[in-house]
Every structure is written in structure tokens, then in C-alpha cells.
């Protein structure tokens, strides 16, 4: 990892302590030797001393947030953000000279936030999108995907665009950007929207599923994702219209930890340049998921562009 410059810097530190250390041991031969254990505590600070004391790193993860993070058969987190954190949590690991262990924590769309403010999880794992507003509470490591909000229906719906949404109940997760994004439309347009804020993605596709709602909004390959795992059991779907909104995923951590946030921006640098983002994009979204489904969804242009300066060393 590319994280030379940051820890050499750290190490310096903890040498030029050391040699403090060794000259008073010539002053007075009662002081003992110093222990480069004892200057520990002053190098690394918030998630990586936090890390180093517990040996843990806690995880945020989601339950169905298909093809980024939801889980398996075998009720383990998997996809495509859990595989750049578990990236992230080896990095973590390179940096402090210890072997990690996985705290899985699952959090919702409304509550992920206060996750990371509060330190129930040290990074989030999702499908979360990196805006002015978040950023004001929780930082957040370079952009890994770019999606926008789009609205699914029933296959044959009359519904063809978001003016068609007019008075028609439409489902969507609460504490997202997306339900702003219905917001902010339904005042522009004045639609008369029946919003139906449900707690996360499998509730909202339910209701369109069962007739309980006429649509539901969320990120466009959030749905593409939630249609092709509930393919098997019946009934055909299309995501439609013209996106509502501009989404950047990023993994959130906490603000104001340095030391961490060069870890991150280092990894995905490396990451990006090594072409272990594109493997990880192809596997999620281009080949069979666990399921036996595949989105088939190709990297965007605007995508590619990101990892590509990224992969240059300017973190998006």
C-alpha cells in the first residue's frame, strides 16, 4: 500500500522518542531501557489505536442491498462494497502490524449514519451516497460507484415516467437519498404522491410485488439487483424512466481521523491501480451472483473515468 510517506513519518516520531528515551537512560543509569511498546499510544490514533488495542474492526453491513452488501445463503455478509472493506480492514491490519478480526454489525438506511458518528461500526458497507450534507457528520473514502434514482414497476405498468407517478402510491427507504429526491419532486411538480417510507429495499420491492404500492424508488442497480434475486419466484418488473437523482457510493467512516483516512484513500489509490476495483466490479455485476442470477450491468464511462484518476493518485 501506498502509504510510505504517512507511517514513515510516524515511525520517525517514535525513533526520535526513543532516542530522547536513550539519552536520559545515560543521565542516570536507575531509568530502564524504553520499550518501543510504550510509545505506541502516541503514534496511532482513533480507528487504528482503537483497532490496535482490540484487535477488531466492526463492519456496518446491510441485509439487502444487492450486489453491494446483503447476505448469503448461508446468512454472511457478502458483495461488492463488503469485499473493498474487507480490503480496507487488511490495509488497517499492514498499518498497525496486527491480524484483524471481523465485527459484523447490520444497520439500516436511517440508522448507519449515527452508526459510524456514535463508534457502533468503524466503516460502513454499503449502498450509502457521499453528499455535502453527510459529509458534514462522517467522511467518506473515494467514490466506487455511481448510480441515481429510478423508479420500478410491474411489468405492463401504464407507468412510463415520474410525471406518470401523479397521485399513485410509491414506495420508498426511509433516511435515503432517494426519498429526498421524492420529496423535492412531488413539491416541484406538485404530484400529489402517496410516499410510503418503508425500513429498507426488500420492503419496498414487497409492495410493488404484492399491490400494496405502484412503484418504488431507489438507486437504479439497487433495483436491478433486488429483480434479478427474487427472479425465481415470479412476476416480471422494469425499472423506468429517467434518473431523479445523482448517487455516489462511498464507505463511510468517522470525520476527523486522519490516520484512517489516509489508510483509505492509500488502499483505493492501490486498489484502483492495481485493478482489484474492475475485478471486484466484474464479479458483482457482470457474473453470476451466488444466486445464480447476473445483473449484467457494464462499468459506466463516468465510472471508469473515476478509477482511472484515482488509479493516477486524486481521490475522487
Avoid at 18 to 24: E, H, I, L, V
Avoid at 165 to 191: S, Y
Avoid at 275 to 285: D, L, M, N, T, V
Wanted: proline share 4%; with cysteine.
Amino acid at each position: 500500500m501506498k502509504m510510505q510517506r504517512f507511517w514513515a513519518a510516524l515511525a520517525s516520531a517514535s525513533l526520535i522518542a526513543m532516542a530522547c528515551g536513550a539519552r536520559a537512560a545515560d543521565d542516570d543509569v536507575q531509568t530502564p531501557p524504553p520499550n518501543a511498546d510504550a510509545y505506541a499510544p502516541a503514534t496511532l490514533t482513533g480507528t487504528l489505536a482503537k483497532a490496535r488495542d482490540t484487535g477488531t474492526i466492526a463492519l456496518g453491513y446491510r441485509d439487502a442491498s444487492v450486489p453491494f452488501s446483503y447476505l448469503g445463503a448461508r446468512k454472511e455478509p457478502i458483495g461488492y462494497s463488503i469485499e473493498l472493506c474487507k480490503s480496507l480492514v487488511a490495509a488497517i491490519g499492514d498499518a498497525i502490524h496486527k491480524r484483524l478480526n471481523i465485527q459484523w454489525v447490520p444497520v439500516t438506511s436511517e440508522n448507519r449514519i449515527d452508526a459510524v458518528v456514535d463508534g457502533k461500526v468503524d466503516l460502513e458497507c454499503g449502498s450509502t451516497t457521499s453528499n455535502l450534507e453527510r459529509q458534514k457528520r462522517v467522511a467518506f473514502s473515494p467514490i466506487f460507484f455511481v448510480a441515481g434514482t429510478k423508479v420500478m414497476v410491474k411489468q405492463g405498468s401504464p407507468i412510463r415516467s415520474f410525471r406518470d407517478l401523479a397521485g399513485k402510491k410509491v414506495a420508498v427507504t426511509a433516511g435515503t437519498t432517494n426519498e429526498k429526491a421524492l420529496r423535492d419532486l412531488d413539491k416541484k411538480f406538485a404530484l400529489g404522491l402517496q410516499l410510503q417510507v418503508v425500513p429498507d429495499h426488500a420492503e419496498g420491492f414487497a409492495r410493488v410485488a404484492n399491490g400494496q404500492a405502484d412503484a418504488f424508488a431507489t438507486d437504479d442497480v439497487l433495483l436491478y439487483g433486488l429483480i434479478a434475486e427474487n427472479r425465481a419466484k415470479g412476476g416480471a418488473y422494469q425499472v423506468i424512466g429517467d434518473y431523479l437523482s445523482y448517487d455516489p457510493y462511498g464507505i463511510m467512516f468517522r470525520k476527523n481521523d486522519p490516520q484512517l483516512a489516509q489508510v483509505v484513500r492509500d488502499t483505493f489509490q492501490t486498489l484502483a491501480a492495481d485493478g482489484e476495483i474492475e475485478r471486484q466490479y466484474k464479479r458483482w455485476f457482470l457474473q453470476r451472483l451466488p444466486s445464480g442470477t447476473s445483473l449484467d450491468m457494464p462499468m459506466s464511462a463516468q465510472l471508469e473515468s473515476i478509477i482511472e484518476t484515482m488509479a493516477g493518485g486524486a481521490a475522487q
